[in-house]
Nanobody, 123 residues
């Protein structure tokens, strides 16, 4: 199994920044593709970003490019989502997700999910 634990959410004013963390562990963790998603109240889950450990590639939702940045600490198996210039519409529960070995694709096909961390942006 794979365990994903997010942290770093909270309340921030519009224009502020937050950095989310996602620590991965478990014997099945394979450093395949990992992603960030978010879900606002009453809305469907939305793709935020994804990256490949092996290929060192990152993909962002078009609407978030330039404000959100993914980074990683390989030694800690931890992924970060730096969120800048936050807007009230960024308010959501943010989830990280991981694909099992052998899976592929950026926007779907995730096998493991974290519990989510709440981000609230006040106007």
């Amino acid at each position: 199994q794979v365990q994903l634990v997010e942290s770093g959410g909270g309340l921030v004013q519009a224009g502020g920044s937050l950095r989310l963390s996602c620590a991965a562990s478990g014997r099945a963790f394979s450093r395949n593709t990992m992603g960030w998603f978010r879900q606002a109240p009453g809305k469907e889950r939305e793709f935020v970003a994804a990256f490949s450990w092996s290929g060192d590639m990152t993909v962002y939702a078009d609407s978030l490019k330039g404000r959100f940045t993914v980074s990683r600490d390989v030694a800690k198996n931890t992924v970060y989502l730096q969120m800048d210039s936050l807007k009230p519409e960024d308010t959501a529960v943010y989830y990280c997700a991981a694909q099992a070995r052998g899976r592929s694709g950026w926007f779907g096909g995730y096998d493991y999910w974290g519990q989510g961390t709440q981000v609230t942006v006040s106007s």
